[in-house]
C-alpha cells in the first residue's frame, strides 16, 4: 500500500469520539476539583491581563471529563504520562456491551465480557456498562421512584456504577491487556475507593446487595490488604492502564472491535491526564484484520511537546503550576491515590489556538467535531529556507510539498530545536526570532480551503505582527532591516498594521481556519510530505484554545 493509499484508508475509516463533554458544568470524581474558567484577558482589555486576545486562566483536577489514569496516580514510581508511548495507548481493542447485565453497585466479571465478545491478549477493552446514560451531557434518565421523578445523574455516573469482581484486574493483567476504559466515573468499584466513606449510605446498600448475591461482606470479597496491592502496585508495574468517563459514541460499538486510540495530554509531573479517546474501524470493503495490521505496521509520528511546569508560556500568560492535593500516602485532603490540581492559561506546551481566542462570536473547542480536528494534510520542511526573523511564503511551502485542496497543512521551520527541553535550547531565540508568514499567506490559506495550520514555533504569526514588536524594539529593527533586504520593502509598507496585526488569527478565525502551535517532539523526523494528521483535543465546552496530542501517521517504508 503507497502513501496515497495508506492515507486515503484512514480518511474512509469510520471515525467515533468516545469522549466526554467536559466543561465547567462536568461534575468531577467525588472530592476532586472542578473545571474552573477565567478568562483574564480580552480582545479589548480584561482585568488582571490586558488586551489583545480572549486567554483564559483553567483550573482543574485532571478526574473531569474523559481521562487516562497513569502508573503514577497508585505507585510514584511509574512511568510519568509523557514517557507512555502511544504505542501503549493505541491499537486493536473491543467495546463490550454488559449494561443488560449489571445495575447499581453490582460486579462485573471476566465471563461477563468474554461471554459477549473476544477479548484478544494485547487489546484496549472497553467496558459498556451502560451508565455513560447517567453522564452529565446525555438526557435525563426519569423514574417514578426518584425524588423529583428525575434520577440524579451525579450519583448514577459516579457513586452507584457497578464495578470489577475481585478476580477482574489479575485476568486483565494475565490477559496483558493495555488499557481498560469505562463509561462511568472510575473502572473501580466505587467501593473500593474513599466512595465508601464519604457516602456510607450507599456503601450500606451496595454491601447489603453483596451479602444477597454472593454471601460475603465487602471486606471478605475484597481483603483490602490484597486488593491494594493489586491495584496500587502489581498493576501498574504490569503497565495496566484505566481511562475513565468514556462516553460519545459508544453504543455505536456495541460488542464490536475497533482500532482505538487514547490520546492523553503528555504530563510530565501530573498522574493523570485529560484524554481525546476514539476509535476507527475498516472502510467499507476492506477486511477489519487488514485495517487493523495497516494501523499496526503505520509510522505514527507523535508532534507534542512533554507538557510541564517547565514549559514557558508565550509572552504575559500565566505559566502551569501543579499542586498535589493528596498522596498515596495520606494528605488532609484525602488519601488512597496522588491527585493534583493544575492552573494554567491555554497558550503553553502544545495546543490548538481555537476560533474564540481572537474572534469571540467562534465556536468553543469543545463545540468542533472531532472529523474537523483530523484528516489528509502535509508537512512542509521549509527550515532550509527560513533563518532568525525571516518571512517564508506560499511559493517556498509549495516548492517542498504539494499543498491540496482541504488539507491540513503543517510547517516545519526547524524551531522545535530552540524548544525548552532540547539540547540546543535557546528560549529568547525560539519565543522572539522565529519565522512567519508573508502577507499572501492567509489569503492563499483560504483560497486552499486549508483545514487547519500547525507550525514548531510559539506562534503561527510572525512574533514582529504581534505585540512582541513593541516589546523588543532591538529585535524588531533587526527583522525590518531583513525583510528590506528580502523583500526591498520596511515592515509597515509590507505588513500595514490594521490589516496584518495578528495576520493569521484575525483574518483566518473567522474563516474557521485556526492553528496549532509549538508542535515538537518526532518533528524532527518529519519530512516533507503527505500524512493522515489528526488533532486529539480534550473536549472543553467553555475553552477558547486547548491542549492536546498531535499526530502524523503514514506507511511505514
Excluded at 423514574?143 to 421523578?149: E, I, K, M, N
Aim: glycine share 8%; with cysteine.
Amino acid at each position: 500500500m503507497n502513501r496515497g493509499q495508506f492515507i486515503q484508508m484512514m480518511a474512509n475509516a469510520r471515525l467515533h469520539d468516545l469522549t466526554q463533554d467536559c466543561g465547567v458544568f462536568t461534575p468531577p470524581w467525588p472530592g476532586e476539583k472542578s473545571l474552573e474558567v477565567h478568562f483574564f484577558k480580552r480582545v479589548t482589555g480584561a482585568y488582571g491581563g490586558g488586551q489583545g486576545a480572549n486567554g483564559q486562566i483553567l483550573n482543574w483536577s485532571n478526574t473531569v471529563g474523559t481521562h487516562l489514569v497513569g502508573e503514577t496516580a497508585f505507585h510514584s514510581g511509574g512511568r510519568r504520562i509523557a514517557d507512555i508511548p502511544l504505542r501503549d495507548l493505541c491499537g486493536p481493542g473491543v467495546v463490550v456491551d454488559i449494561s443488560d447485565l449489571v445495575s447499581d453497585y453490582s460486579l462485573y466479571t471476566p465471563e461477563m465480557i468474554t461471554g459477549r465478545a473476544t477479548v484478544k491478549k494485547g487489546d484496549i477493552l472497553i467496558i459498556n456498562t451502560g451508565y455513560h446514560r447517567y453522564s452529565w451531557d446525555r438526557p435525563d434518565v426519569f423514574s417514578p421512584a426518584a425524588q423529583g421523578g428525575v434520577e440524579s445523574k451525579e450519583f448514577g455516573f459516579l457513586v452507584r456504577h457497578p464495578g470489577p469482581s475481585p478476580e477482574f484486574f489479575q485476568w486483565a493483567i494475565d490477559m496483558e491487556l493495555k488499557v481498560v476504559g469505562v463509561d462511568c466515573g472510575c473502572a473501580e468499584h466505587p467501593m473500593n475507593t474513599p466512595i465508601r466513606r464519604m457516602h456510607e449510605n450507599h456503601f450500606q446498600l451496595a454491601e447489603a446487595k453483596l451479602m444477597r448475591q454472593h454471601g460475603k461482606v465487602w471486606d471478605e470479597m475484597f481483603p483490602q490488604d490484597e486488593y491494594y496491592e493489586l491495584t496500587h502496585i502489581t498493576m501498574p508495574k504490569a503497565h495496566l492502564l484505566l481511562a475513565e468517563c468514556i462516553v460519545g459514541e459508544i453504543d455505536q460499538l456495541r460488542n464490536q472491535r475497533a482500532w482505538i486510540m487514547i490520546m492523553p495530554i503528555p504530563y510530565m509531573e501530573v498522574e493523570t491526564a485529560w484524554s481525546r479517546v476514539c476509535a476507527m474501524q475498516a472502510p467499507e470493503g476492506m477486511a477489519e484484520e487488514e485495517f487493523f495490521q495497516r494501523m499496526a505496521a503505520a509510522d505514527m509520528l507523535d508532534l507534542t511537546i512533554p507538557f510541564s511546569v517547565q514549559t514557558p508560556q508565550w509572552a504575559n500568560y500565566i505559566p502551569l503550576t501543579v499542586t498535589y492535593s493528596k498522596r498515596v500516602g495520606g494528605q488532609h485532603f484525602g488519601m488512597g491515590r496522588n491527585g493534583s490540581i493544575c492552573n494554567a492559561s491555554i497558550h503553553l506546551g502544545t495546543h490548538m489556538d481555537g476560533e474564540k481566542h481572537f474572534w469571540p462570536a467562534g465556536r468553543s473547542i469543545g463545540q468542533v467535531p472531532l472529523h474537523e480536528w483530523v484528516g489528509p494534510g502535509v508537512i512542509a520542511d521549509i527550515s532550509h529556507l527560513v533563518s532568525d526573523s525571516s518571512v517564508y511564503t506560499p511559493k517556498m511551502i509549495e516548492s517542498v510539498v504539494d499543498v491540496h485542496e482541504g488539507d491540513i497543512l503543517i510547517t516545519k521551520v526547524g524551531w522545535y530545536r530552540y524548544g525548552w527541553n532540547s539540547p540546543d535550547s535557546d528560549e529568547f531565540r525560539y519565543m522572539i526570532k522565529h519565522p512567519g508568514p508573508s502577507p499572501d499567506f492567509a489569503q492563499w490559506c483560504v483560497d486552499k480551503k486549508l483545514k487547519w495550520l500547525g507550525v514548531d514555533a510559539v506562534s503561527q504569526d510572525h512574533p514582529m505582527n504581534t505585540i512582541q514588536r513593541l516589546w523588543h524594539p532591538k529585535t524588531f529593527q533587526e527583522a525590518n532591516r531583513k525583510l528590506i533586504e528580502a523583500f526591498g520593502k520596511d515592515w509597515d509598507e509590507m505588513f500595514p498594521l490594521d490589516q496584518y496585526y495578528q495576520d493569521t488569527h484575525l483574518n483566518l478565525f473567522p474563516k474557521k481556519i485556526v492553528h496549532a502551535e509549538n508542535l515538537a517532539g518526532d518533528m524532527a523526523r518529519a519530512e516533507s510530505g503527505r500524512y493522515y494528521i489528526g488533532c486529539y483535543l480534550q473536549k472543553v465546552m467553555e475553552a477558547e484554545s486547548m491542549w492536546g496530542r498531535f499526530v502524523a501517521w503514514k506507511e511505514r517504508s
